[in-house]
């Protein structure tokens, strides 16, 4: 039997050294999938503009430009974007598509 479970302030997927997980992570929705108590998958979201819209947190991808580490783009798998999408639809706005275009996301598909 599958279970959805959703709760606040988990793990970090990976490192951010600026601090800006430790500002951030007591607010981020974590969506868990369990089967038999297993954890399946595990979901980070990001609730933008009041909580208008559920949106997936982004893996910001860094460059080395003029001696400094700079965010470069914003990625997230098809998959991930799919599942935010299921989540937002809980409480529609139809305004998914426009604020995940605005916020500049570049969507990949899944890795195997």
């Given at each position: 039997?599958?279970?959805?479970?959703?709760?606040m302030?988990?793990?970090r997927?990976w490192?951010v050294?600026?601090g800006l997980w430790e500002r951030i992570?007591?607010l981020l929705?974590?969506?868990e999938?369990?089967t038999?108590?297993?954890?399946?998958?595990?979901?980070?979201l990001?609730?933008v503009d009041?909580?208008r819209v559920?949106?997936?947190?982004?893996?910001?991808?860094f460059e080395?430009?003029d001696?400094?580490?700079?965010?470069?783009?914003?990625e997230?798998?098809?998959?991930?974007?799919?599942f935010?999408r299921?989540?937002?639809r809980?409480?529609?706005?139809?305004e998914?598509?426009?604020?995940?275009t605005?916020?500049g996301?570049?969507?990949f598909?899944n890795r195997?």
């Amino acid at each position: 039997m599958d279970r959805i479970g959703m709760g606040m302030g988990q793990r970090r997927p990976w490192e951010v050294d600026d601090g800006l997980w430790e500002r951030i992570a007591a607010l981020l929705p974590v969506v868990e999938r369990r089967t038999h108590g297993v954890l399946v998958d595990r979901h980070y979201l990001t609730a933008v503009d009041g909580g208008r819209v559920i949106l997936p947190l982004p893996k910001p991808c860094f460059e080395e430009r003029d001696g400094k580490t700079t965010v470069v783009r914003y990625e997230v798998t098809r998959y991930e974007s799919a599942f935010a999408r299921l989540v937002d639809r809980a409480e529609p706005s139809g305004e998914f598509d426009r604020y995940y275009t605005e916020a500049g996301f570049v969507t990949f598909d899944n890795r195997s």
